[in-house]
């Protein structure tokens, strides 16, 4: 199943959706898109994982990466 064609709405969604058509097998996981560049995955066992697309990086990370480099540049300012 190719995500990209069928969901994208922005650049930062196609990134992720590629990201997940690089990384995951054809409907192993669902798809929701949430945000400009927000998606919720969840797998057949019901877990999910909120991804990001990180202009800086040019990365996809999960949701806790989001809050660690927020916690870090934060720290790094005061």
């Given at each position: 199943?190719?995500?990209?064609?069928?969901?994208?709405?922005?650049?930062?969604q196609?990134?992720?959706?590629?990201f997940?058509?690089?990384?995951?097998?054809?409907?192993s996981?669902?798809?929701?898109?949430?945000?400009?560049?927000?998606?919720?995955?969840?797998?057949?066992?019901?877990?999910?994982?909120?991804?990001?697309?990180?202009?800086?990086?040019?990365?996809?990370?999960?949701?806790?990466?989001?809050?660690?480099?927020?916690?870090?540049?934060?720290?790094?300012?005061?």
């Open positions: 199943m190719n995500w990209i064609k069928k969901k994208a709405r922005t650049v930062e196609f990134k992720i959706l590629h997940l058509n690089e990384n995951f097998m054809p409907n996981i669902s798809i929701e898109l949430l945000g400009r560049n927000e998606v919720k995955i969840t797998d057949r066992s019901r877990e999910t994982e909120k991804l990001f697309y990180d202009a800086n990086s040019k990365s996809v990370m999960p949701e806790e990466n989001q809050l660690q480099q927020l916690f870090r540049l934060l720290t790094f300012m005061t």
